[in-house]
């Protein structure tokens, strides 16, 4: 798997057609995540299946876009974090200790 970070200017249809580029080129998305990545720009983080183009060519792609502002591969390791980074608090999910009575 390949992970890509995208952030969008915040447009009418940014997403949108960030997921059109996606399925016209056949990119196989396994995992999406969009929030807040600063003033005037979401945060896409986008894992894509390990059957995938090159990654040179994913990243050149999706920064011919318009609404990209900018767009960089991420190692898995770092995917963890950026995904923690651009969820809001109220979606993420908690990390209690349960215990088995």
């Known amino acids: 798997m390949t992970t890509y970070v995208v952030d969008l200017h915040e447009r ?3 997403l949108e057609r960030l997921l059109n580029l996606c399925r016209r080129k056949g990119y196989p998305i396994h995992t999406l995540q ?3 990545g600063g003033p005037g720009v979401r945060r896409v983080a986008l894992e894509l299946e390990a059957d995938a183009p090159p990654a040179a060519r994913v990243v050149a792609n999706l920064a011919k876009l318009y609404d990209v502002a900018s ?3 991420v190692d898995r390791a770092l995917h963890a974090e950026v995904a923690q980074a651009t969820l809001p608090d109220a979606v993420r999910p908690a990390t209690r200790a349960v215990r088995a009575a």
């Open 71 to 73: 767009v960089e591969q």
């Open 34 to 36: 969009f929030g807040p």
């Open 12 to 14: 009418a249809g940014a």
